[in-house]
Nanobody
């Protein structure tokens, strides 16, 4: 089992940047594929990015491709989401998630563990 804690959210102007972190507990963190999802008020949870257990493979939603970068540091049990050129439509609660069996999935039901979320607000 792994516990996930996100941090790094906040308020930023359009065009700005934020880096989200997701710290995982447990010695097996490096065996999980990881993903970032987001949910805006009144909308469904939406895939943002995912990374394989080794970090060799990354996956992005079309809406963030070229602006966001997912990475991980297994020695630190942490996964990151660097968000550049932020837009007001990126405003949402961002969640990190861990999957035991599925690498790169954009389906939130394929993820086994979730963090509590961190709010990102982009002002225009």
């Amino acid at each position: 089992q792994v516990q996930l804690v996100e941090s790094g959210g906040g308020l930023v102007q359009a065009g700005g940047s934020l880096r989200l972190s997701c710290a995982g507990s447990g010695r097996t963190f490096s065996t999980y594929a990881m993903g970032w999802f987001r949910q805006a008020p009144g909308k469904e949870r939406e895939f943002v990015a995912a990374i394989s257990w080794s970090g060799d493979s990354t996956y992005y939603a079309d809406s963030v491709k070229g602006r966001f970068t997912i990475s991980r540091d297994n020695a630190e049990n942490t996964v990151y989401l660097q968000m550049n050129s932020l837009k007001p439509e990126d405003t949402a609660v961002y969640y990190c998630a861990a999957s035991i069996n599925y690498s790169g999935s954009d389906d939130y039901t394929m993820y086994d563990y979730w963090g509590q979320g961190t709010q990102v607000t982009v002002s225009s």
